[in-house]
């Protein structure tokens, strides 16, 4: 899945498309994706990948956009206790960071 999510952000940018990766970089308890799972975001919201299997794709794709327009990466944190867990969609509580940057 790495290397389509990979191929796919670099056919976009050969494209002249703008393009952000979220790049998974820690995970606590469970985690859905391991780190190193990657979503790349083109300029109009297109996504291909998987950071959390769903539940925080939302706010990392609107961090993605956001850094393809202002150009600075961000570290983004993601916990929720075990109470919370389902609602934000993190089976069993747990954490992740994902880190955003623009490509190119």
Request: aromatic share 6%.
């Amino acid at each position: 899945m790495t290397e389509d999510v990979l191929d796919q952000a670099e056919a976009w940018r050969r494209e002249g498309r703008k393009v952000a990766l979220a790049t998974v970089v820690t995970t606590w308890g469970s985690s859905p994706r391991p780190v190193g799972s990657q979503l790349a975001v083109d300029g109009e919201g297109k996504f291909l990948g998987s950071v959390s299997g769903g539940c925080i794709e939302g706010a990392v794709i609107k961090e993605a956009l956001a850094a393809i327009g202002d150009g600075k990466p961000r570290l983004l944190d993601f916990g929720v206790t075990n109470e919370q867990a389902w609602e934000v969609g993190l089976a069993c509580g747990g954490k992740v960071q994902v880190f955003v940057e623009k490509l190119g």
